[in-house]
């Protein structure tokens, strides 16, 4: 995770930024995003003195838009999070609320919303701390933002329901008092504002690539390492081979696996070609490098822009109702980034499948035990990443399961905020395969498989050797796994391993 000391507005909130807010972080407001906020604030009081119209203000919800809302602002602002508190499920990680908050400001302080200088100025306040509402995860079906989940979080805000503070969930008003934040209080547009944007779709796809794209180095990490540990001779990561196949992606991952095996000396013992699960590495992670990075582009863009509706432009003078609340681009780019994640995921467990397999691992003993019989090294491990690859099934896409709702008005959806869960729940299931492979690379070195020849490869060996001691005798290795995958994302993000 990159280390984030504080986050600007204005800047550009990327995809890797949404993992700090897991944690406190300064956020900082400068007086040009203060003030363009309170003169959109403005602007739309002057226009409510003028008897204008706005949506939401002045009138009903959704299909109910025809009929006059209630006469206080304070009171619509009160209904329109009471008539959306209505979802259900398990309890988000409170990390991805915190990044959907972090997201939603950075759409608020764009000035197009009209919500007051005091909610932005609460936002910050709060991602300082470590409170987190307590949100559903149903309820949002990602098209006229993510309402229900919002409401949920704005409530706790407000002291209502329930949220986290120092991990621990408990009511939202004893919260806040632990986290030492005031009852959020709105005014006017403050709580249509709040909710009606894509902020948890677009903070969950972030999330989703951020860790997808760690992963991304991951499998080459690994992809080298159990090249180099078989002995496999490296011309399918021949430079002229590559290029010959015409898609620069796949260059780029030969080039840094050419980097990681650098000094390697093959072995005697391999066949001509080796399986597609070695040789066709370059080919498989080259087209996942594409996909991610079209789904950082699309996740980007949206984390920067703005989804509300309508948006207020105070220097044209302008209110415009239309569609920026649909999350459709996200959704089709949460559905890729899935695909994406589930391929590598069946290519982490066939090159483990393989380590175990005495008849292709170069006579290693079988699930890679020590004593076969009285032991039996990672054969729960396999059982474990076979059950995990049932992240297949999660592949279906959603983004065009589209359910007509809301009287018709909502007559298109896109379920954007689905597509983005699922395609984080992938990406963490794919950790889960990379640490199981870590182990069994590590165990096979114990069993008899050479060390690695090349330096960059016997690095990553040895970081594995000092946090996954060998499986002699069996023990539990859930948390082996885990180990693993933890020391994984760091070597990631370090980034001295790739040129």
Do not use: K
Request: proline share 6%; hydrophobic share 45%.
């Amino acid at each position: 995770m990159r280390s984030i000391s504080a986050l600007y507005i204005p800047g550009r909130l990327e995809s890797i930024f949404l993992e700090r807010a897991a944690r406190p972080i300064e956020v900082i407001l400068n007086d040009e995003v203060i003030g363009r906020v309170a003169a959109c604030h403005r602007f739309v009081h002057d226009i409510l003195a003028t008897d204008g119209s706005i949506y939401g203000m002045t009138t009903g919800f959704g299909p109910l838009v025809s009929f006059a809302g209630r006469a206080e602002l304070s009171d619509q602002a009160e209904n329109t999070l009471n008539h959306l508190s209505t979802g259900h499920g398990p309890d988000l990680d409170p990390a991805v609320v915190r990044a959907a908050l972090l997201t939603r400001l950075w759409s608020l302080t764009q000035g197009r919303s009209g919500v007051s200088v005091p909610v932005v100025d609460a936002l910050a306040t709060m991602l300082r701390t470590d409170f987190a509402p307590a949100v559903p995860r149903l309820g949002s079906v990602g098209a006229s933002g993510d309402l229900v989940p919002l409401a949920h979080a704005v409530q706790a805000l407000r002291g209502n329901g329930f949220a986290y503070v120092g991990g621990v969930r408990t009511p939202a008003d004893a919260a806040l008092r632990a986290a030492g934040l005031a009852p959020l209080e709105l005014d006017g547009r403050d709580a249509l504002g709040l909710v009606n944007g894509t902020s948890l779709t677009a903070a969950a796809a972030g999330l989703a690539v951020a860790s997808v794209a760690r992963s991304l180095v991951v499998a080459q990490l690994l992809s080298a390492l159990m090249a180099d540990l078989l002995g496999c001779a490296p011309t399918y990561l021949s430079e002229r081979l590559i290029t010959a196949f015409g898609h620069d992606a796949a260059s780029s991952v030969a080039r840094r696996m050419r980097h990681l095996l650098a000094g390697s000396t093959p072995s005697s013992t391999r066949g001509l070609q080796e399986p597609y699960s070695i040789r066709c590495v370059p080919q498989l992670l080259g087209a996942v490098a594409g996909a991610v990075d079209h789904v950082t582009a699309v996740v980007d863009a949206d984390l920067n822009g703005v989804s509300d509706n309508p948006l207020f432009f105070p220097e044209h003078g302008e209110v415009v109702h239309g569609g920026n609340f649909f999350g459709q681009p996200v959704a089709f780019a949460a559905d890729l980034l899935t695909t994406a994640a589930v391929q590598m995921g069946n290519l982490a467990e066939r090159q483990l499948d393989l380590m175990v397999d005495p008849h292709r691992n170069g006579g290693l003993p079988p699930m890679l035990a020590t004593v076969p019989g009285e032991q039996h090294g990672v054969q729960g491990v396999q059982i474990a990443a076979t059950a995990t690859v049932d992240m297949r099934r999660n592949a279906t896409p959603a983004s065009m399961q589209s359910l007509p709702t809301n009287l018709h008005n909502q007559d298109v959806v896109p379920f954007g905020t689905q597509t983005a869960l699922n395609a984080l729940d992938q990406s963490r299931s794919l950790r889960w395969l990379h640490g199981a492979l870590a182990v069994a690379l590590r165990q096979a070195v114990h069993v008899g498989v050479r060390r690695p020849t090349s330096q960059a490869c016997a690095a990553v060996l040895d970081r594995l050797v000092n946090v996954v001691p060998a499986i002699d005798p069996d023990r539990p290795l859930q948390t082996d796994v885990a180990r693993a995958a933890e020391l994984l994302d760091r070597m990631a993000d370090e980034q001295a391993l790739v040129p």
